[in-house]
C-alpha cells in the first residue's frame, strides 16, 4: 500500500511542477500586498468528502515559504462534512495566496478521487471483492491519484507498464497466443505477477492451463463469471488463479458482478471520473 513516507519523492516532484507552472517568475498579484504583512487562512470543505491530499498541501506551502504555519484538523482518509474545517495556515499574506491554488488544487482533486472511491468501496463493504484502479490517471499524477484511491478504502492494480504483466488481446496476437504469452512472460520476469485478460470461457480455459496468476475476465456476463468462478474453485488451491471483473462496470452492476465470487473488480472511474472537491479558502 502506498504512504506518504515512500512518496516523499513524488510529492516534491508534484508539487515543484505545479509550482512551476503556476507561479513562474514570480506571483505579480501577491506582490501588491506589503511584504511584512501577516495574515491567518482557513481552508473549508463546501461538501461531503474523503479527505486525501494533505501531504502535497504542506509540500506546496512549505516549497513556497518554510516558514508557514499550517495546523490540520482532518487527516488523509477521513470522512469530512459541508463547512468543515480542513486546516488553517499562519504566515506571510503574500505566501498564502501564492500557494493557495496549487495546494488546493491537490487536495480538492485527491479528495475527489478518494470520495468517488469510497462511493464503490461502500457499495460492496458486505462482500469479499477488492475494488482495483486503473492506469486511467491524470498525466503526472498517477501515484498521487493511486494513493488518494487506497485513502477512499479501495486497492491498486499495478502502477504502470512495469511492475506487472498485463497481456491482452493484441499482445496475445503479437506473441502466438495465450501460453506463449504467458511462458515468456514467466522467463522474462519470473518474480512480477502476470495477468491475461479473456474474452471467452475458451480463453479463460487456455489462461488456467498455462498457469496465469491473475485472469480478467472482459465484458463476461455474470453467469459466464459464475462458470469462471466454480471452474477455478475446482482445481487444487496451487492451480487456481485469482479472478479480475473488467469492462462496462456500473453502479447498478456492482454489486451482482460481486456476489458472483470473482476476486477483484477493476474500475476506471476511480480515477479518471473523479469530480473535484469544492473547497474554499478565505483570510480569517
Known amino acids: 500500500m502506498l504512504t506518504t513516507t515512500d512518496l516523499k519523492p513524488v510529492i516534491f516532484a508534484n508539487a515543484t511542477a505545479a509550482l512551476a507552472e503556476d507561479v513562474g517568475t514570480g506571483d505579480i498579484t501577491a506582490m501588491l500586498i506589503p511584504q511584512t504583512e501577516q495574515a491567518t487562512a482557513r481552508v ?26 499550517i495546523q490540520w484538523q482532518v487527516k488523509d482518509g477521513d470522512r469530512v462534512k459541508p463547512d468543515q474545517v480542513l486546516f488553517t495556515a499562519t ?9 493557495e491554488r496549487c495546494a488546493l488544487n491537490f487536495l480538492q482533486t485527491l479528495s ?5 472511491s469510497q462511493q464503490y468501496a461502500d457499495k460492496v463493504a458486505s462482500t469479499s471483492v477488492r475494488l482495483l484502479d486503473t492506469r486511467k490517471t491524470i498525466p503526472g499524477l498517477r ?4 494513493y488518494a484511491v487506497t ?15 498485463l497481456i491482452k488481446e493484441n499482445h496475445i496476437m503479437a506473441c502466438g497466443g495465450i ?13 512480477k505477477k502476470v495477468e491475461v485478460e479473456v474474452e471467452s470461457l475458451e480463453q479463460f480455459q487456455q489462461a488456467l492451463t498455462a498457469k496465469a496468476d491473475i485472469i480478467m475476465l472482459d465484458n463476461f456476463t455474470e453467469d459466464e463469471m459464475r462458470e469462471a468462478v ?4 475446482a482445481l487444487t488451491k496451487n492451480s487456481q488463479a485469482k479472478l479480475e471483473a473488467s469492462g462496462n462496470i456500473t453502479d447498478e452492476t456492482l454489486v451482482p458482478i460481486a456476489m458472483t465470487g470473482v476476486d477483484y473488480i477493476s474500475i476506471g472511474a476511480l480515477t479518471k471520473h473523479c469530480r473535484a472537491t469544492d473547497l474554499s479558502m478565505r483570510l480569517i
Not at 473549508?44 to 504555519?69: C, L, Y
Not at 504566515?91 to 500557494?99: I, V
Not at 501515484?143 to 493511486?146: C, V
Request: with cysteine.
Open 151 to 165: 485513502c477512499g478504502g479501495c486497492y491498486n492494480h499495478r502502477i504502470g507498464l512495469y511492475d506487472a504483466f
Open 112 to 116: 475527489g478521487t478518494a470520495t468517488i
Open 91 to 99: 504566515g506571510s499574506a503574500r505566501s498564502l495566496l501564492t500557494a
Open 179 to 191: 501460453a506463449q504469452a504467458i511462458e515468456t512472460a514467466k522467463k522474462n520476469a519470473p518474480n
Open 230 to 233: 466454480s471452474i477455478n474453485q
Open 44 to 69: 473549508i470543505s463546501r461538501e461531503s468528502a474523503v479527505i486525501s491530499g494533505t501531504a502535497w498541501v504542506d509540500e506546496v506551502f512549505n516549497q513556497v515559504d518554510p516558514d508557514m504555519q
Open 143 to 146: 501515484i498521487a491519484q493511486k
